[in-house]
Structures are given as structure tokens and as C-alpha cells.
């Protein structure tokens, strides 16, 4: 069964500390992995698409890499504004659906 | 730049009444997804159209149903609801089928009394 794990589920930071979340993925034919951003009671914002192992994609303070295994997210001297729920979701197979990860919930103080 | 627009933001219904929810794509987008995310939940995936015909159907409670339109708008339609129906629907839209990114609106939040 096609399965997406992140972690930390969350993760507090002093503004600047860097730091990286995971997504490890366990699917059949995987043809995207995709990074959002949740801001509470608001829709996913999408941040990036990795398509292939060692592909690597960056903006502003984010940036996502890829694995055959799973995904990193780096943040880089984070700010009080990137503080938001952080979803991986994967597209596998023949289907449409996005199946995502439960998120990690980043909290950044300043 | 056009978003997903999603309405209503906010429904309240009584327990066993009926749901209508819309959704307009960004234009020129032919696919369609709706989504349900309940309290501290990920995402899951409902339904999803391309071109007007559904295209894949995951944990879709038989009391849904939900179609796309000639103008390529999408609306979820849910009867006999339960307190358990209450959550956010997202709607997404993308450029095509493949593996492209999908983009949500902000949701529809249902609350069932």
C-alpha cells in the first residue's frame, strides 16, 4: 500500500536556526512528489514538484530535494512568516490523487 | 494570477440535509479534485475529473456524488449528512492529468449540527 510519513510532526525554531524536514514515501511507480504549505483553516499552497531521484528545486529559504527513498526540505535561516503546516504528497501508479503525509506543523519564534 | 475559487467559504447544515459545494478551476485547467480534510488531518483524496468525466475515485461515501460542467466548474453534491461529514473541502485544479502540481483553493468549511 502506497504510504507517505513525515517527520517531525512538529518543529520549533528560533528564527535563523536552520533545519530539515523529512518525507519518507513507499509507493509503486512514483511520478511526482510535491511540497505545500498550510496555513491553518486555508488550502494547501503549493511550494515544489521533484519528479526524480537527485532532483533539487529551490525558493527564497526553502529548498526540497529528492531521494528514491524520501524527501528533504530544508529551511534555511527561517523567519517568524514561514511558520505554517508543512505537507509532502505523492502521485504514484495510474491514479490522480495526491496521497499526502499527516504534515509538520513549524513553528518559528523570533 | 487566477486561483481556484471555492464556495460557499463557510455552511452550516443539520444532520441528515443536503450539501452543494462549487468549484471554478483556474482557466484553461481540465482537471478537477476534490478533497476532505477533517480537524488535524491530512488531506483525502474524493474524487477527481478530466475533461468533464470522472477520472479517479477514492473514499467517496456513496452519499456524495459530484460532477463537472460544460464550463468546466465542479460541484460536490452531499446528502444525508453526518456529524462526521463536518470538515473542510478542498477543491484543486491542474493544467492536465499528468503529474503536474495541483493547485487548492481555500476551501469550504462544513459544519453539521
Known amino acids: 500500500e502506497d504510504q507517505v510519513t513525515q517527520s517531525p510532526e512538529a518543529l520549533r525554531l528560533q528564527e535563523g536556526e536552520s533545519s530539515s524536514l523529512n518525507c519518507s514515501y513507499t509507493v509503486s511507480g512514483l511520478r511526482g512528489l510535491f511540497w505545500y504549505r498550510q496555513d491553518p483553516g486555508k488550502g494547501p499552497e503549493f511550494l515544489f514538484t521533484?519528479?526524480?531521484a537527485g532532483e533539487e528545486k529551490e525558493k527564497e529559504r526553502l529548498k526540497a530535494t529528492l531521494t528514491k527513498k524520501e524527501s528533504f526540505l530544508h529551511i534555511t535561516a527561517p523567519k517568524p512568516e514561514d511558520s505554517a503546516t508543512y505537507l509532502c504528497a505523492v502521485q504514484a501508479g495510474n491514479t490522480d490523487k495526491l496521497i499526502f503525509g499527516t504534515g509538520t506543523r513549524l513553528q518559528v519564534f523570533p | 494570477a487566477a486561483g481556484v475559487i471555492q464556495s460557499p467559504r463557510h455552511l452550516i447544515k443539520e444532520k441528515r440535509e443536503t450539501a452543494t459545494l462549487k468549484c471554478y478551476p483556474i482557466?484553461?485547467?481540465?482537471?478537477v479534485y476534490w478533497y476532505q480534510q477533517g480537524p488535524g488531518q491530512d488531506p483525502q483524496f474524493l474524487i477527481s475529473f478530466y475533461e468533464k468525466m470522472q477520472s479517479d475515485k477514492g473514499s467517496i461515501p456513496d452519499r456524495f456524488s459530484a460532477q463537472q460542467f460544460s464550463d468546466y466548474h465542479s460541484e460536490l453534491n452531499m446528502s444525508s449528512l453526518e456529524l462526521g461529514d463536518s470538515a473542510l473541502y478542498f477543491c484543486a485544479s491542474s493544467p492536465d492529468r499528468g503529474n503536474t502540481e495541483a493547485f487548492f483553493g481555500q476551501g469550504t468549511r462544513l459544519t453539521v449540527v
Open positions: 521533484l519528479y526524480s
Open positions: 482557466p484553461r485547467h481540465d482537471t
